[in-house]
C-alpha cells in the first residue's frame, strides 16, 4: 500500500488490530473501534491541517471547506504547500503508534507486580 494514494480509513486499518494483539476480536467490536478510531483520526488530522494554514488565510480555507468540494480543498492547500496525503500519512503513524503505546501501558498496569507478596 502506498502512503500517498491510501486514504486514512485503508492507512488506519492496515495492520492496527496485529499491532493490539486483537486480530481474534470479534468483527462487530472492530468495527465499532474502527469508526472510532476513524473519528478520532479525522479530527487530528483536521487540527494539523488548520495549523499549517497560515492566518491570513484561514477566512478564504473556511468558505472552500463550507463548499464541501474536496478537490478545491486540496487544490488550495496544496498551493500553500501542505500536502494532504504526507499529512495523513504522519497523522495516521503517529495515532497508530500512540494507541499501541496506551494499550502496552495497561496491559504492564494490568499486571500483577513481581513485588507483591502473597499473606
Excluded: C, W
Excluded at 18 to 26: G, K, S, T, Y
Excluded at 77 to 98: F, G, H, R, S
Amino acid at each position: 500500500m502506498d502512503a500517498h494514494t491510501a486514504t486514512p480509513e485503508e492507512l488506519l486499518r492496515a495492520d492496527i488490530f496485529e499491532l493490539l494483539n486483537m486480530q481474534d476480536a470479534p468483527a462487530e467490536m472492530k468495527e465499532k473501534m474502527l469508526a472510532d478510531m476513524e473519528s478520532t483520526l479525522a479530527g487530528e488530522v483536521f487540527a494539523h491541517v488548520v495549523s499549517k494554514v497560515p492566518d491570513e488565510h484561514l477566512e478564504r480555507f473556511e468558505e472552500i471547506l463550507e463548499r464541501g468540494v474536496q478537490q478545491d480543498t486540496l487544490d488550495f492547500l496544496a498551493n500553500l504547500d501542505i500536502d494532504m496525503p504526507t499529512v495523513v500519512a504522519e497523522e495516521t503513524l503517529k495515532y497508530k503508534y500512540q494507541l499501541v503505546r496506551e494499550v502496552e501501558a495497561r496491559l504492564r498496569d494490568a499486571q500483577p507486580s513481581s513485588d507483591a507478596h502473597a499473606d
